[in-house]
């Protein structure tokens, strides 16, 4: 799979925007998981390892730069994606109640990482 496109870019005040992202650290194994904002909305402080199972703690957005700025760390690309189906009639119906619930109060939802464009944040 290809990454070429890019990924920083600056507007006429020279600002910096990145992709809005965020990573979890398994507290068995050590695994990290680096994930991509598509929506915005609330996430949980705790996720599954998808290595091992066990518990996966939040960064709480504040990421190394090497995470956090893509160019030149191709290998470092987000595997998942914060999105909601909000708004997606189809999608929300074959959720559990108790994920629509969770959309409906503004949650996003984690799922392997598509082509969809990511969310920019401002940085500088
Ligand atoms: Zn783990």
């Known amino acids: ?46 996720i599954e390892c998808e290595s091992c199972g066990g518990e996966a703690q939040s960064f709480m957005h504040v990421l190394p730069p090497v995470l956090s700025l893509p160019q030149g760390f191709e290998a470092l690309e987000p595997t998942k994606e914060w999105y909601s189906p909000a708004g997606d009639i189809e999608a929300m119906a074959k959720l559990t109640p108790a994920k629509q619930e969770h959309v409906n109060k503004g949650g996003v939802l984690l799922r392997d990482r598509t082509d969809a464009k990511p969310i920019k944040r401002k940085i500088g």
């Open 1 to 46: 799979m290809s990454s070429t496109k890019r990924k920083m870019q600056r507007n006429e005040s020279d600002s910096i925007f990145v992709e809005y992202r965020n990573a979890y650290i398994c507290k068995s194994c050590r695994h990290v998981v680096l994930i991509v904002y598509i929506h915005d909305g609330t996430t949980p402080f705790l």
